[in-house]
């Protein structure tokens, strides 16, 4: 089946500082990617959608500047939150989209704690 | 897409089978049922999805009532691994990039 990787799977960083979380899709191609966020006890929010060689579309609320999205390759997709805050700690989680399946398939998650 | 209502929480005995229902009563022709399930801390697992027919695979059964506006999931012999959030998501299938739309989903507790 079709496997969606995150790197890393959990990271704490110091406030003020950045952190780059990677989303690949193993054994597919993915034109679109989406990127959610899961506070505890809460559902998946999406974040931003991004679609291959061309700038993400970010879902209202959420800021651009702070959370860059890059989706360089049909593979690979790459989220960085600058300037981390504490209230930026969550559960980060990013889907791929399968141009052959028409099905989205979920990454494992990635753990940020900003401290 | 559609929205879905969900009990927030059900328990079920080990061994037992788990019928999570969802209400959808908004929902277009050519919009499809999935489910999904998010056991904690992960990311969430395709279980299955369906446009009219019932549908089975090797982890589930899914139940749409005629008229489509509601359906169940039914996990046929429960265990603990199996105590999750599941999540029923209505959207349209194949051609649409569009995001999936996650509500608040049931929180299913399997209890030995």
């Known amino acids: 089946g079709a496997v969606v990787s995150q790197h890393p799977s959990w990271v704490i960083c110091k406030s003020g500082t950045s952190v780059k979380i990677e989303c690949r899709s193993l054994?597919?191609?993915?034109?679109?990617m989406f990127w959610y966020r899961q506070f505890p006890k809460q559902s998946l929010m999406l974040m931003a959608t991004?679609?291959?060689?061309?700038?993400?579309?970010?879902e209202q609320g959420v800021e651009k500047d702070k959370f860059l999205i890059n989706h360089a390759s049909l593979t690979l997709s790459t989220l960085t939150v600058t300037s981390a805050h504490p209230e930026d700690s969550s559960f980060y989680i990013c889907?791929?989209?399968?141009?052959?399946?028409?099905?989205?398939?979920f990454g494992p998650g990635t753990r940020l704690t900003v401290t | 897409d559609a929205k879905t209502t969900q009990p927030p929480s059900m328990d079920c005995a080990e061994g037992r089978a788990a019928n999570l229902p969802c209400n959808h009563s908004?929902?277009?022709?050519?919009?499809?049922v999935y489910w999904y399930r998010q056991i904690h801390s992960q990311g969430p697992q395709y279980i299955i999805h369906?446009?009219?027919n019932n549908e089975t695979n090797e982890m589930a059964s899914l139940i749409i009532t005629e008229d489509r506006k509601s359906s169940t999931l039914i996990l046929p012999h429960a265990t603990l691994r199996d105590t999750a959030v599941y999540y029923c998501?209505?959207?349209?299938?194949?051609?649409?990039?569009?995001?999936?739309?996650f509500g608040k989903g049931t929180k299913l507790s399997v209890k030995p």
């Open positions: 054994d597919f191609q993915a034109t679109t």
């Open positions: 998501i209505v959207r349209v299938a194949r051609g649409s990039q569009g995001n999936l739309i």
């Open positions: 908004t929902i277009s022709g050519n919009e499809y």
């Open positions: 369906g446009l009219k």
């Open positions: 991004s679609n291959e060689g061309s700038k993400a579309t970010y």
């Open positions: 889907s791929a989209y399968g141009t052959a399946s028409y099905e989205q398939y």
